[in-house]
């Protein structure tokens, strides 16, 4: 019942698109408002109107119960029957939008859902090689230390080493001294 970019009710139950002449119709003016026809509203007569002209003119002209085109009357019933129609559409029309808005926004909340679990995999994974370059540190800094205090360790040796030869080269060379003047001064 709809025609490319725009909103079709129909009084009737048969399609608009099935009628040759109504179509051609709805490339012109709507004879209420001069302006062209976008949102259709057909009424029994089978002329097309703009939905909101047709409801302001059901609405506020008690006295013209015409169709606008043809003044084929109408009874109240029918005027009803087409407001009726017309608050109908809108509704369901109003329901689509409200279901279109939901799925948007479940898209939008699986897409953020899916967005979080990948930023908090990342910032997991990146915890994760903030951990092991910081383990990694820390065992380079335990094996330098280790190997420093290794190399400590035997520089101290090597002192302590050298230090005792010193003593003993400086002892042996202080009793070849003292052998040295007990002899010259003999005792």
Request: proline share 2%; aromatic share 4%.
């Amino acid at each position: 019942m709809s025609l490319s970019n725009t909103e079709n009710i129909s009084f009737s139950d048969k399609p608009i698109e099935e009628d040759n002449n109504l179509i051609n119709e709805t490339l012109q003016t709507c004879v209420i408002c001069h302006d062209e026809i976008t949102s259709l509203y057909q009424l029994p007569c089978n002329h097309i109107f703009h939905v909101n002209c047709i409801e302001i003119w059901l609405k506020k002209d008690e006295n013209s119960k015409n169709c606008s085109k043809c003044k084929d009357p109408y009874n109240e019933d029918e005027l009803n029957t087409i407001l009726k129609h017309i608050e109908e559409s809108r509704n369901l029309k109003l329901k689509r939008k409200l279901k279109e808005i939901e799925s948007i926004k479940r898209n939008f909340e699986r897409s953020l859902k899916k967005t979080e679990i990948k930023t908090e995999n990342k910032l997991h994974d990146e915890k994760k090689k903030f951990r092991d370059r910081k383990k990694k540190l820390k065992d380079d800094y335990d094996t330098k230390v280790k190997k420093l205090e290794e190399e400590n360790e035997k520089m101290n040796k090597n002192l302590n080493e050298e230090i005792k030869t010193k003593k003993l080269k400086l002892s042996n060379e202080n009793e070849i001294r003292l052998e040295h003047i007990n002899k010259k001064y003999d005792l």
